[in-house]
């Protein structure tokens, strides 16, 4: 198996008042393969959003190595992690982090304005076949705050997917749902996992949403305690 | 659509937005701007109103004309104010200068303001008193009776010529005003004649309130029988130089070289023009201090609309935006927010500008509106930078989980 994502004796530590250091991430090493579709699962305060945040680039560990496609990424530049974070990963958020003052089709298509590669499609025509796919597409030109949660949730998927990452983290997805909704974006999620090969990470303290993958991977104080 | 243009949409796009959002605040935003620019704007169009003012003023008087002032005005422009007042000319002046055979015309002049009685009505008017000469260098006409002659001079008649809209302001109409008697500090004298209408314009309508008087009968208010200044015409304009030199000998056996000046119209005008123009820019220095504060005013905003906007930095970040993306998403909203408080403080001053004109010659070249726009937008990078920078240099994590 390819793997997508390998971490390697991360550590992350925060300065609190007084000089007292508080670990959030201690020596984690993990390895995400292509095609998987798996949980992070612990309670709130065990370091699975911390541990999200620095998969998907958008922090730094203090100390420890994350290879992406098996490239070290410790010495590139911010433009080169923001590229990086463009291309290869999608994030989905409990809060679904939508930019109320664009379009739902406008949101879809924000990481494609940013993008810096030549795109082989046309990022408007792609967005209207997600929403499409995810029953939406009466909602194009609808602002973020006018829809459902579970709408809401549905369009910030089709954003993480809009450049065709190879990884997808959902922090929390289901979190801001009602259970039936929660489950269907859940999903939608193994069915993207499925038919489109996408590696999905979704980060949870529910264990109910974790039953429904396939790899569970357990973190407690810090620690992966099984994976 | 490009990708550069949809980048460009996009980022205007969300500029425009959050404008239309807190209308009343970028409405403010760029009221600084707007007043800056405005006050600029006008006190260049002022400063150059007045400058083609001063050379209409100029113009009404004839070709080849030479002015014999009091003061020494070199002198006066080097050490605060011409030393106008310091001496007065008198009739032995203008004898002597009559007798000069080179110089065509020698017009004498004593001029002070009136209030100007007659009819139910009065004004306060400006009084020229000359020889019959002056008509002719100040280029006037009769539209109703005559014009005075030098017998009338020499007889001291207590007569009067006045300008048309004199004439209207106390009797109703100029034509009315034709044999009236107006009165001057108690004195009486009759109205023999009312200029032509110059018509338009501040400067005309001065001329078109003016008392022409034979300047000896003038004496009844000018006691000391004092000339404040002659003008002086050659008959071409190559006679000037030595027009210019014979005048000066004569000026020179009553007074010392310093204690008055020869000066031809052109020298006049840019001697007045160097002087308006520091005084006008002075004024537009003074004005651009508004503009600083207006800058100031933005950059206040926009660290405001960063704080409040660190979420959405954050997701942009998480998306894959760099930091210069964001960067120039800020500067490009203080840029619209400046230009927009320029455009608005232009028209703003084009308004005003066409409602004084018919009054005064005011008007906005092209200059003061390409600087006009290009310092707004000057300012909207400025002072935008700053925030723009601050917003850009967010950590994304962070940023992101701002609430």
Known sequence: MTPIVRIEHVEKTYELDDNVKFTALNNVSLTLHKGEFSALIGPSGSGKSTLMHIIGLLDKPTTGKIFINEKDTAHLSDNEISTLRNEYVGFVFQQFNLINKLTVVENIILPTVYARKKLAYDPIKKAHEIMEQFGILEKARSYPNRISGGQQQRVAIARSLIMEPSLILADEPTGNLDTKT???????????????????????????????????IHIVDGEIVSS | MTKTMEYIIFTLKSALFDFSRNKGRTFLTSLGILIGVLAVVLLTAAGLGLRKYIQQQFELLGSNLVTVLPGNLDEGLSSGGPAFGRINFSEEDFQKLKRVRIIKNVVPLYSRSFTVSGGNDSKYSELYASTADIFVTFNQKAEYGKLFTNRDVEKRSKIVVIGPELGKKLFGSAKKALGQSVKIEKQSFKVIGITKSKGGGLTSQDLDNAVYMPYKTAYVFNTEKTIMAFYIQARTEAEIPEMKRQAEKIMLENFDDDEFSIVEQKDLLSTINSIFSIVNTVLVAIAAISLLVGGIGIMNIMYVTVTERIKEIGIRRALGARKFDILSQFLVESIILSLFGGLAGLLLAYIIVFFVQPLFPAYIDTFSVVLALGVSSGIGIIFGVFPAKKAADLSPIDAIRYE
């Open chain 1, 182 to 216: 929660g489950n269907d974006i859940i999903q939608l999620l193994k069915k993207l996992n499925e038919k489109e090969k996408i590696t999905v990470l979704i980060v949870t303290h529910e264990h109910d949403v974790a039953e429904k993958t396939r790899r569970k």
